[in-house]
């Protein structure tokens, strides 16, 4: 089945800052790449994804990267703001569109 | 509304005794997820149902844990002779996992405490 770890398990940062996440993965075929942002008592809700045909995608402040060949993806948020405190999670699927597989999280703490 | 929803929202129960959540998924979705979320946790899989095809139950931790869902519809997810370490929140999530649509949508949760 598919093995997804993802580090770092917290980052602090300062207001301004840039933050990264990383994941790995295991399944050679999985095609998809989530991540989803989980507010203090809040449902986890999708940020952005990837899928396996680019290495890259961009939307405001926040980009995911893709190397398939390492089988690792990437979270990079910029000019962090307090509002982007929360727990980050990426995922992966087993092999094509099943069973998503969810990183522990990474608490990311942004501090004015 | 539109988006996946959970019931109970939170549930108190003995310790020994049976509980079932329920969940009704975003119309149209295929897929449906239960995840586990104990406190300051990530997200543990349980059970994942893609229409009529047999669920894939490889995450349930237990024999006390079961899920149905009928069709595309409404799933119930039974514990059987609660465990404080049952104390959790227990997540679902829908999808329309066809082609490039594969966006899980979480509902709100049920918080469980065993006591």
């Known amino acids: 089945g598919e093995n997804v770890e993802q580090h770092p398990s917290t980052l602090s940062v300062q207001e301004g800052d840039s933050a990264v996440i990383k994941c790995t993965y295991s399944?050679?075929?999985?095609?998809?790449f989530p991540w989803y942002k989980q507010e203090l008592g809040k449902r986890p809700q999708l940020i952005i994804d990837?899928?396996?045909?680019?290495g890259e995608k961009k939307d405001q402040r926040i980009a995911v990267t893709l190397n398939k060949t390492a089988k690792h993806f990437s979270l990079h948020i910029t000019e962090t703001q307090p509002e982007d405190s929360a727990v980050y999670f990426c995922?992966?699927?087993?092999?094509?569109?099943?069973?998503?597989?969810f990183g522990k999280g990474t608490m990311l703490l942004v501090s004015p | 509304g539109a988006g996946v929803s959970q019931s109970p929202s939170n549930k108190v129960t003995e310790k020994g005794k049976d509980v079932e959540l329920r969940c009704d998924p975003i119309?149209?979705?295929?897929?449906l997820y239960w995840y586990r979320q104990r406190l300051g946790q990530g997200l543990e899989f349980l059970i994942y149902?893609?229409?009529?095809?047999?669920?894939?139950k490889s995450g349930l931790p237990s024999d006390r844990f079961s899920a149905e869902r009928t069709g595309e519809s409404v799933s119930t997810l039974t514990i059987q002779r609660t465990q404080q370490e049952d104390s959790a929140v227990y997540l679902c999530?829908?999808?329309?996992?066809?082609?490039?649509?594969?966006?899980?949508?979480f509902g709100q949760g049920t918080r469980l405490t065993v006591v």
């Open positions: 999530a829908s999808s329309l996992n066809r082609g490039p649509n594969t966006e899980a949508f």
């Open positions: 399944d050679s075929a999985s095609n998809y």
């Open positions: 990837i899928r396996s045909n680019v």
């Open positions: 995922a992966a699927p087993k092999g094509g569109y099943s069973t998503l597989t």
């Open positions: 119309s149209g979705h295929t897929a």
């Open positions: 149902f893609q229409g009529n095809s047999a669920p894939d």
